[in-house]
Each structure stands twice: as structure tokens, then as C-alpha cells.
């Protein structure tokens, strides 16, 4: 089976950077994505790794280290509107199923 | 991406009663999945919706509780039998959508399910 964690809540002060870990163990990985969901609507996909290193994408980035089971998602030049949940969830090798993390709740502060 | 929509958005429904979620998505997909998010939580995954066969369950879900049709490759139903209040819910369907990032999962906007 797969195990999730990452910090329940963070803050963050707008404009500044935000780093938001995420730990996982798992029986088989086939990818690892960040979903970022506001509060009262659905998740939408932020960003995927499968291979270790940084994958940049704007304002947004994230990291992966399989050896290690660790991944982040950086959030840079932080707004208002970035204040959201954002879920890790591991894509294993069993039928395509994805778990995910309890999710980090980020509220960015003027 | 793929455009899914989701049928009701919301709901009260009396304890006992029985309720069908649709999910109606804008292209073919292969791949489609039933969630469930409690509030504040996160997802935990019900089933996966297999066209033309029997839908696959996790650990904890049972096909009388939580029946599942998906008749063809845009369509999929979910229905919550015999209702409690401990099913109160945001029930969630996503689809991996050809042509993304393998394992992507796009999300329905959701059915809130409130049982009385």
C-alpha cells in the first residue's frame, strides 16, 4: 500500500515562497503529482515527477527524490489567491490508482 | 483537458433513501474513478469505474452499498443505498484523459451530499 504525509497547515506571508513537503512509502511508484484545491471546489492538477530532479512550471515547482520517498511543491512570488489546499498523491502500479496525502491547507497573509 | 460534469451538485436526502450521482464527461476516457472527500479531508478512492464489467472496489466499499455503472467510455453512475448520516459527503468523479500526463486525474466538480 502507499503512506502520504505532509504538514497539515502552513502560512505564508504574500510575495514571499513557500516550500510544501511531502513523505511517502510506497509498494510500487509510477509518478508523483501535486493537485492544488480551493476550498468548495474540486482538485485540478498542478504538477507531475516520475523521474528525480526539478520540474519548473511559473511560479510553481516541484521536486522529487525516489531514493529517498520526498518530494516539494515551491511556491514562488506568493498570492492571495494561491491560499488553497494542496494534495500529494502517488500514482502506484497497481490498475493506475493514485493515493493521496491528507493535504497541506496554505493561507497566504497580506 | 476533459470537461466532466457531475449530476446533482447537491443534495439532502432522508436517512434510508437511495441516491444516483452521474458523471458525464466531454470526450472518451479508459480510465474513470469514484472519490470520496469528507470536509477538510482529503480524497479516499471508492471504486474505479470499468466500462462493460463489474467496477473494482477498495478496501471498505461494497458494490450493494455503493452500485456503479459505467455503460460506455463518457458515462458513469454511482449510487449511495440506504443511506446514514455517516455517508454526508463530497462525492467526486475524475477521469485519466488521453493525451495528458499519463496518471493525470481530472476532477468533476463534485456532488454535496447531506443525509438527514
Known amino acids: 500500500g502507499q503512506n502520504i504525509d505532509q504538514p497539515t497547515e502552513m502560512t505564508a506571508t504574500e510575495g514571499a515562497i513557500v516550500q510544501i513537503n511531502c513523505t511517502y512509502q510506497?509498494?510500487?511508484?509510477?509518478?508523483l503529482f501535486w493537485y492544488q484545491q480551493h476550498a468548495g471546489e474540486a482538485p485540478t492538477f498542478l504538477s507531475y515527477?516520475?523521474?528525480?530532479g526539478l520540474e519548473e512550471k511559473g511560479r510553481f515547482s516541484s521536486f522529487l527524490s525516489r531514493s529517498k520517498g520526498y518530494s516539494y511543491l515551491l511556491l514562488k512570488e506568493l498570492q492571495m489567491k494561491d491560499s488553497a489546499s494542496y494534495l500529494c498523491?502517488?500514482?502506484?502500479?497497481?490498475?493506475?490508482?493514485?493515493?493521496f496525502g491528507d493535504g497541506t491547507t496554505l493561507t497566504v497573509k497580506p | 483537458s476533459a470537461v466532466i460534469s457531475q449530476k446533482p451538485s447537491r443534495d439532502i436526502c432522508q436517512r434510508g433513501t437511495s441516491l444516483t450521482i452521474q458523471c458525464q464527461v466531454d470526450?472518451?476516457?479508459?480510465?474513470m474513478f469514484w472519490y470520496r472527500q469528507q470536509p477538510g479531508q482529503s480524497l479516499t478512492l471508492i471504486a474505479t469505474?470499468?466500462?462493460?464489467?463489474?467496477?473494482?472496489?477498495e478496501s471498505g466499499f461494497v458494490i450493494d452499498k455503493f452500485p456503479i455503472s459505467r455503460p460506455n467510455l463518457t458515462f458513469s453512475t454511482l449510487t449511495v443505498s440506504n443511506m446514514s448520516p455517516e455517508d454526508s459527503s463530497i462525492y467526486l468523479c475524475?477521469?485519466?484523459?488521453?493525451?495528458?500526463?499519463?496518471?493525470?486525474?481530472?476532477f468533476g466538480p463534485g456532488t454535496r451530499l447531506t443525509v438527514l
Open positions: 510506497t509498494s510500487g511508484f509510477n509518478g
Open positions: 469505474a470499468n466500462q462493460g464489467s463489474e467496477a473494482t472496489y
Open positions: 470526450s472518451q476516457v479508459t480510465m
Open positions: 498523491a502517488v500514482r502506484g502500479t497497481n490498475a493506475g490508482k493514485s493515493t
Open positions: 515527477n516520475v523521474l528525480d
Open positions: 475524475s477521469v485519466e484523459h488521453r493525451g495528458a500526463v499519463r496518471g493525470t486525474q481530472y
